[in-house]
């Protein structure tokens, strides 16, 4: 009676909404990206990635100077510059050494610290920051004293990425055949990488990786976790939302979206965002028995207790960051209790999108759309089916007494 490719019809028409709603996020930038691996026998590197749109700028800048830092800047203006001055930035005042310039055009600039990573002994299986004791916590490894790995065959222009690798190079013990490493890749338009988590990305955002490769944990029991500290000027701040999908196709059993916003004081959209999903991945492959769900921690006001080390924020921001501006820290931990301890595999990745304006929206998949329309649809549409056949039945009943009249 009702032929199986009716089936396909609610899938066929979820399809079409779904590329109609992705052609409006086709917004496409132009990404220049010039690295530079070190400047004249000092250890301090750049990297700025410029996405210009058709009449903005979303300025990245990177340094693993003081400690890994992230600048990010939105301008107005599509012809907005970076200038540096190299001898003021590798002197011991730096203030100023970077601006952005028109420096009127720039909207909004926030800058992202990655500060230490923490190793403890999870005897317990708790993978919870807030069941650990401080002995149970080994000395953090503190980023500011890493040394960091220079050269230009870890910027790849092609795939628009660049690594900046840290050891602790009078620590072979732990270092020898390891690193920590901060991964950055620019994007010029909407997508997914092939990866999990396979975050939708757009050409507001670019990606960070954040990855601990090789490293000999200093107990069979150990786990991660890391330390973020971000600031901003007075007046604007940063909150924290979780927010739940159903659609887990590219990251199996994790259903959890942790995601930061900067707002500027009597401005009701988001300046800026940091996006991540709540898991990590044990391997490089990704693959979903190597996903180790993480969570995060309350973001923390830091109020004169941070020793700020000298990076590309001061010498954005200026002196006395401590006055001028808003400084919160966040804590992120890796793994779940019951789950595997880094000792399994010596490998730990986890990757976050930050950008500008409001994130990226998962809209559901074409795979879900699929599901639901024929999970929903074929319900409605034997329904509407049965409803025509019925109606026509009795049409056709009813007419059949019509001569009587
Ligand atoms: C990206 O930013 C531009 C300029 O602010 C905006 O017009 C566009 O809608 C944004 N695109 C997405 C996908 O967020
Ligand atoms: C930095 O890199 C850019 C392009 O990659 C180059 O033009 C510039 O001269 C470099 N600057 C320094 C100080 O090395
Ligand atoms: C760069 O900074 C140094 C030291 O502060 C200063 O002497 C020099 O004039 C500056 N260069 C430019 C081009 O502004
Ligand atoms: C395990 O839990 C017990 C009881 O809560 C606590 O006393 C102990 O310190 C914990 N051990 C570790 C290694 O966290
Ligand atoms: C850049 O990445 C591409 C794709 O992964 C690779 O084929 C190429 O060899 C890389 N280039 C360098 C210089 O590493
Ligand atoms: C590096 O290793 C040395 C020797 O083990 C240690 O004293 C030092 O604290 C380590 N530094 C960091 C940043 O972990
Ligand atoms: C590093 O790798 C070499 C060669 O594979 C191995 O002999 C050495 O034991 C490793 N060192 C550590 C600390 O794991
Ligand atoms: C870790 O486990 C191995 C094998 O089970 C054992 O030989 C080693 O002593 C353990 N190390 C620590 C620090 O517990
Ligand atoms: C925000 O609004 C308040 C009250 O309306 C006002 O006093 C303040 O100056 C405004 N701030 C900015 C940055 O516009
Ligand atoms: C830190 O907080 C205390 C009380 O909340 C306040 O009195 C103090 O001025 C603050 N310090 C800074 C540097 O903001
Ligand atoms: C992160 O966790 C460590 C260890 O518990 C703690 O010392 C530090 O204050 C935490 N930082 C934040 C921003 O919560």
């Not at 990297?47 to 300025?59: K, Q």
């Not at 910027?155 to 050891?167: D, I, L, Q, Y």
Request: glycine share 6%; with cysteine; charged share 15%.
């Amino acid at each position: 009676m009702m032929r199986p490719w009716l089936l396909c019809l609610p899938c066929i028409l979820g399809v079409v909404l779904h590329q109609g709603g992705a052609a409006e996020e086709g917004y496409k930038r132009k990404v220049h990206i010039e690295f530079n691996s070190t400047y004249k026998g000092t250890t301090v590197n750049l990297l700025h990635i410029r996405a210009v749109g058709l009449e903005d700028t979303v300025h990245y800048v990177w340094s693993t100077m003081g400690v890994p830092t992230m600048l990010l800047v939105h301008t107005n203006s599509a012809h907005s510059m970076l200038h540096l001055n190299w001898t003021k930035l590798v002197s011991s005042s730096p203030f100023k050494a970077i601006q952005i310039e028109p420096s009127t055009s720039v909207q909004h600039a926030t800058a992202l610290m990655f500060t230490r990573v923490f190793e403890y002994y999870d005897g317990n299986n708790t993978a919870d920051f807030t069941h650990i004791s401080k002995p149970n916590f080994y000395p953090a490894y503190d980023l500011e004293y890493l040394v960091w790995e220079h050269g230009d065959w870890i910027f790849n222009a092609s795939t628009r990425t660049a690594v900046f690798r840290g050891a602790n190079a009078s620590d072979s013990s732990h270092f020898q055949n390891g690193s920590i490493s901060f991964q950055v890749t620019a994007f010029d338009s909407t997508g997914r990488e092939n990866v999990p988590p396979s975050l939708l990305h757009t050409a507001n955002s670019s990606k960070i990786e954040f990855r601990i490769e090789g490293v000999t944990p200093r107990g069979n029991f150990s786990r991660f976790g890391l330390e973020m500290v971000m600031l901003e000027r007075k007046g604007g701040f940063k909150t924290m939302k979780s927010v739940q999908t159903i659609d887990d196709e590219y990251t199996p059993t994790i259903f959890k979206m942790a995601q930061m916003l900067s707002h500027a004081e009597n401005k009701s959209h988001t300046q800026s965002f940091m996006q991540w999903k709540a898991v990590a991945y044990s391997s490089p492959m990704a693959r979903r028995d190597e996903a180790l769900p993480c969570q995060y921690y309350d973001l923390q006001d830091q109020n004169g207790t941070l020793n700020m080390a000298r990076t590309i924020a001061q010498a954005y921001f200026g002196e006395n960051l401590q006055e001028n501006h808003i400084i919160q820290a966040l804590n992120i931990s890796f793994g779940i209790a019951d789950g595997d301890f880094y000792d399994n595999t010596h490998y730990l990745s986890w990757s976050s999108l930050i950008g500008i304006g409001s994130p990226p929206e998962e809209s559901f998949s074409i795979m879900v759309i699929c599901i639901m329309a024929v999970a929903l649809g074929s319900p409605v549409l034997l329904l509407l089916v049965g409803g025509l056949v019925v109606f026509i039945w009795k049409k056709k009943h009813y007419s059949e007494y019509e001569p009587i009249n």
